[in-house]
């Protein structure tokens, strides 16, 4: 393992296990030997030995801030200079996996720098006007501040793009993203997904699953709101959130709350739905794909990166406005078509998505990109 190579991951910030940390640990099973950098890390010891193989990252000044676990997001000002303190002079290959500040770490000439781009800054960005509405930061003294603050972010933010070698992007959706804030070019390689943790059921029982954190982008709201309007169709709703309360109101008798569910109780459920709704505008969107390798069909929101991991009318169907009249609509469609989709085949095209697909592309890449920045091939993973 890296014979040649003396490599650093810088990941945003570790607290949780997501889809950006699959790939951090998709990372460490291609190169076990990849030094960890992270603004903070606070990840939970379970997830740390299974997805990390225990690794603790080297951590910024932030790690030892106050209330920087509960709520790390509030040292946002500081992120860029947390950042550029650490010291990775002596490493050849730096790999960033970014959705925020990792990809602005310092580098000098004779290194090379490949960033994993989940997104550009979204609250910079693509969500600037929500995040801000969201936060009740619109207008007043804290309002102009927010916004002075993100004006320097989106700055930074692009003046650091040009410290990356190579862009890789997460589906096709961000790399226009990245071509449009910053006018790179990214190559695509499809996130993880850990398809062999879901099996193929083929018989199917008569009710919708959906399943996410519930956070305003994710419209869970949207889809209970649409199938209180359907009551003869039985939805199960899995996750806990903050818009709990709101989505609680709008549940009727024809609809199940489960709340937070363990993973074999959500694949399960994942396994004998009729079919998986999905309503959020996504970079790429794991969850989508895991319905999919259990056989599911999918009923997603025609915008972001289901367009890329759902195939219309083969692996599901797609609703085109994020209202519940568009989801009631993509429904009765859907129930119409049911009869042409087939398990096996939605299963084979998840398929296309595994953990082992994406770790064989990643090699790939930054073998040849290290083989032409030093002009003579590396050994850089085993």
């Known amino acids: 393992m890296f014979q040649n190579t003396k490599a650093a991951l810088v990941h945003d910030w570790l607290i949780t296990e997501g889809g950006a940390e699959k790939c951090v640990q998709s990372f460490l099973n291609v190169n076990p030997n990849f030094d960890l950098f992270s603004l903070i890390d606070f990840f939970p010891e379970e997830y740390r030995q299974r997805m990390l193989q225990g690794k603790v990252a080297t951590t910024s000044f932030i790690q030892k801030l106050p209330t920087a676990q509960a709520n790390h997001r509030k040292f946002l000002p500081l992120f860029p200079l947390a950042v550029e303190q650490f010291d990775l002079s002596q490493y050849d290959l730096i790999l960033s996996s ?105 018989e199917k029982e008569d009710f919708y699953l959906t399943a996410s954190r519930m ?112 989801i009631v609509a993509a429904v009765h469609d859907f129930e119409r078509k049911q009869v042409s989709f087939d398990p096996l085949k939605i299963r084979k095209h998840a398929e296309k998505f595994s953990s082992q697909r994406f770790e064989s592309e990643i090699k790939q890449y930054v073998e040849e990109k290290l083989g032409d920045f030093i002009t003579t091939p590396a050994d850089c993973f085993a």
């Open 98 to 202: 970014s959705t925020s500040v990792s990809k602005g770490v310092l580098t000098h000439s004779n290194q090379l720098h490949i960033c994993y781009c989940h997104s550009p800054m979204r609250y910079a960005w693509d969500l600037y006007y929500q995040y801000l509405q969201e936060a009740n930061l619109t207008r007043g003294v804290k309002g102009w501040i927010a916004k002075y603050i993100l004006h320097r972010m989106r700055t930074w933010d692009v003046i650091s793009s040009n410290r990356v070698d190579h862009f890789i992007a997460n589906s096709q959706y961000i790399a226009k993203r990245i071509k449009k804030v910053y006018k790179r070019e990214a190559t695509v390689i499809y996130p993880p997904v850990d398809v062999e943790s879901f099996s193929l059921v083929e």
């Open 215 to 326: 956070v305003p982008y994710k419209k869970i709201d949207l889809i209970v709101e649409a199938f209180s309007q359907l009551p003869d169709k039985r939805l199960i709703v899995i996750g806990d959130g903050p818009d709990m309360g709101k989505i609680r109101k709008k549940a009727t008798k024809n609809i199940e709350l489960l709340g937070y569910q363990p993973f074999p109780v959500l694949k399960e459920y994942m396994q004998r739905a009729r079919a998986f709704v999905f309503a959020a505008e996504e970079d790429f969107g794991i969850i989508p794909v895991e319905a999919q390798a259990c056989g599911t069909p999918v009923i997603a929101y025609g915008k972001g990166g289901s367009l890329e991991t759902v195939l219309a009318s083969e692996t599901g169907t797609f609703f085109y406005q994020q209202t519940a009249a568009a």
